[in-house]
């Protein structure tokens, strides 16, 4: 598998835990942008949360893949608790549907930093235990740190503790440009940096002075990322999304106009095509 771009469902739904059930139009977007998959935050599910099989035949019909799923926890424990295995191996179970794709794990926003070092180690070690029992099953679990102000995992310092603790046998690193740009960092060096690791990727758009921005229009060199990503040989998914006002006010449109924006300045990268020409 070659590099493939697709489209994250947050841009539709930024509440991880709001549930719904559109996904039919999702689909249809990102299929009309020129997306080739989907990574559905699991609320979004909607009628295809107890049916892998309806939802493989729904992607089938629009030509496009499952990238991955992507599955929140809060993890206020050392360990997972029950119910929170329980909902990660039914996921796990869900993703075997669909080979290659991944199970997203995001870093929850607390209510604040206290305790810092204590919360850390505690999700990242649930997400170890996630990620290997995903392995074990075929499917490749992978961490994505955000970055709001309250986040676990927001700066460099938070960083260098996650991959420290992170069990590269078993997990890998979704980085999101945005997050890494909006935590006070170069997403063009955190991603060089960490290329070995990298299973999925997160593009997103924010500017010197950490604003959303329409992909394109911020401070983040995407041809730059891209290239980086195919000389090192990644050969996965470019994941687009939006946190713009405008994406809250018409997502349709918003990815619509960032699928031409792939098409013209990044997928000439990963095809090898010479843009000079």
């Given at each position: ?9 947050s ?12 996904l ?37 019909e ?9 599955v929140?926890?809060t ?6 608790t ?5 909902r ?11 080979p ?6 995001p ?11 204590k ?7 649930c ?10 099953k ?23 503790v ?38 999925h ?19 983040i ?8 990503l ?27 106009n ?16 010479n843009q000079?020409?």
């Amino acid at each position: 598998m070659s590099i493939k771009f697709g489209c994250h469902t947050s841009t539709w739904e930024l509440d991880y835990d709001k549930e719904t059930d559109y996904l039919d139009n999702v689909m249809n977007t990102v299929k009309d942008a020129g997306f080739k998959g989907v990574d559905v935050q699991v609320a979004m599910l909607g009628r295809y949360q107890n049916n892998p099989e309806k939802l493989k035949r729904a992607l089938d019909e629009r030509g496009i893949y499952l990238a991955a799923l992507t599955v929140p926890f809060t993890w206020e424990n050392d360990e997972e608790t029950e119910k929170e295995k329980e909902r990660a191996d039914y996921y796990i179970d869900y993703l075997i549907n669909f080979p290659g794709a991944v199970m997203n794990l995001p870093s929850r926003v607390g209510p604040n930093r206290d305790n810092l070092l204590k919360r850390q180690k505690q999700i990242i070690a649930c997400a170890n235990a996630v990620g290997k029992r995903a392995y074990e099953k075929g499917v490749q679990a992978s961490f994505h740190p955000a970055s709001p102000k309250t986040s676990y995992f927001r700066t460099k310092q938070d960083y260098d503790v996650l991959f420290e603790l992170l069990d590269k046998t078993y997990m890998s690193y979704t980085p999101d440009a945005g997050h890494i740009k909006a935590g006070g960092m170069r997403p063009e060096e955190i991603i060089k940096e960490n290329l070995s690791i990298i299973k999925h990727v997160h593009f997103k758009d924010c500017s010197n002075n950490f604003e959303w921005k329409e992909m394109g229009t911020g401070d983040i060199d995407f041809p730059y990322i891209v290239q980086t990503l195919k000389d090192s040989g990644y050969q996965g998914w470019i994941m687009i999304e939006e946190e713009t006002e405008e994406a809250a006010e018409d997502p349709n449109q918003v990815i619509l106009n960032v699928g031409k924006y792939v098409e013209e300045k990044l997928r000439p990268i990963t095809d090898g095509v010479n843009q000079d020409n």
